[in-house]
């Protein structure tokens, strides 16, 4: 488990760069950090860039979008890769909370109000950022990473990359044509 001053700083980090960074569509954020052996990615992007909307799929074309969007960030390697040395541990993300069919389980009864409240906020309405969390083990320690996503999701232009690692704190912009993380 990460300890707690660097939980309190990655959560710090966090909360600087969402009041620093608005929600603007084509500009994503990727927060790194290490603990030991563990490494956490985590990415928080318009929902506009990877489904192209912003609120639960109405039209079969839109779930059929959310689904491969879906197998595609469960796919790793569609998002950042690292080092052989480096396997993932776990992942995590918020795009369950617009599948219509989880919505309906009971296990989601408070998401789905909390889903239908934030789409009935007028002004949220149209909003709205999908996190994505990887946890990876590495044996030894990472010099780079590459943000794969910025192959396919063509609508976002820039991702805001911070770092926090054993050794030294970092961010760097990073864009399709230039994509490598180097700590
Ligand atoms: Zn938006």
Redesign the pocket.
Known sequence: MFRRSLLAALLCLSCQAVVAQK???GDGQLLIAQDQQQWQFQFIL???DLLGF?YVPESAEQKEKLKSIVSKIENVEEMIRLPRYCTLVSMSHSLFNLNPQSLESTHSHANKHAITAHVEQGHLR????IKITYIFKCKNTPDSAVATVMEWASSLHVLNAQWITNEQQGAVKLKSSSAVIRF
Request: proline share 9%; charged share 25%.
């Open positions: 929600h603007v569509h318009p929902a506009a912003e149209e909003h709205l950022d």
